[in-house]
């Protein structure tokens, strides 16, 4: 399993987020970043999602 980091922002920079995911891979971390956001009523906030080498995997803005 690899780690992932989950952060998403108010619009004034206000960190609201941030939640380590464990995934097998990339894909798998994306979908669960994407259902985590979704529950929390995130997606519309600006959030990242990003692997252990710093790799992007979601951004939104």
């Known amino acids: 399993m690899k780690t992932y980091?989950?952060?998403a922002f108010k619009a004034n920079g206000e960190k609201i987020?941030?939640?380590s995911i464990q995934a097998e891979n990339d894909d798998a971390a994306k979908k669960?970043?994407?259902?985590?956001l979704a529950e929390k009523q995130l997606?519309?906030?600006?959030h990242r999602l990003t692997s252990?080498?710093?790799?992007?995997l979601?951004?939104?803005s």
């Open 43 to 46: 997606l519309e906030k600006t």
């Open 5 to 7: 980091k989950l952060t």
């Open 32 to 36: 669960q970043g994407e259902q985590f």
């Open 17 to 19: 987020l941030d939640e």
């Open 58 to 60: 979601l951004f939104h």
């Open 52 to 56: 252990q080498s710093g790799k992007l």
